[in-house]
């Protein structure tokens, strides 16, 4: 059966469009679940952030806020206040574990295709 440009386009339009709302979706869902477990538990979100935003060798401290996120170089030393990139990148883990369950729809068993 011979389809025609019309119904092709149309259905990449559809498709794209689902696309998008899957993502917003995703992003939305990922900034309220990573803020409100930063706002729960801090310094245990801001530790598997850790070897992203520290340079290697060094640890992340938080204060028991999370007000302050500081990474300390083994001699001892400290840098400047990273909070920012941690919540980033706290907010990133969270979308990437959100967006997984969208990108599996119209899939089959265990994400595989069918």
Known sequence: MK???LE???????ILIMGLFGSLYSFLFAE???RTA???VPA?????????????GASLETEKTGASV???????????NLRPQAVSAVIQIY???????VSCLGRGRLGHAR
């Open 70 to 80: 500081i990474c300390r170089a083994p001699d001892g030393t400290f840098g400047a």
């Open 32 to 34: 309220v679940a990573g």
């Open 3 to 5: 389809k025609r440009p």
């Open 38 to 40: 930063l706002q729960l």
């Open 8 to 14: 092709v386009g149309i259905f990449f339009l559809i």
């Open 44 to 56: 245990a979100n801001f530790k598997l952030v850790e070897k992203y935003v520290c340079p290697a």
């Open 95 to 101: 979308f990437g574990h959100c967006r997984r369950p």
